[in-house]
Each structure stands twice: as C-alpha cells, then as structure tokens.
C-alpha cells in the first residue's frame, strides 16, 4: 500500500511540473488517503502485535 503512495504522489508531482493542476491535486489527494490508511494499518499492527506461544 505504501508503493501506491509513492506512485500517486510522483504521479502528483509530475502532472504538476507539466501544469496539469486537476490531475495532480486529484493524485495527491489519494495518496494522501492512501498514506493515511496505511499508518492506520501501521498503528493496528503494532498494537496487536504477536502473540507468543
């Protein structure tokens, strides 16, 4: 989930260097999401942990 993260947002900063302002703030927009779902994931993970045997 994270390399859609980074995908979009070098997606985001390309179509902003060629001005194309409506495709790159709709990709930063779901990179941000994306971004945001993942640390959710991330915060889960770590509380749960593993259980030991």
């Known amino acids: 989930m994270l390399r859609w993260t980074v995908t979009f947002v070098i ?3 390309v179509a902003a ?3 194309f ?3 790159a703030a709709g990709a930063a927009s779901i990179a941000k999401i994306l971004f945001f779902i993942f640390l959710i994931l991330f ?3 770590l509380i749960s ?3 030991k045997i």
Request: glycine share 26%; charged share 15%; aromatic share 6%.
């Open 11 to 13: 997606l985001a900063i």
């Open 17 to 19: 260097i060629f001005g």
């Open 43 to 45: 915060v889960v993970s």
């Open 21 to 23: 302002g409506g495709i």
């Open 49 to 51: 942990g593993r259980k």
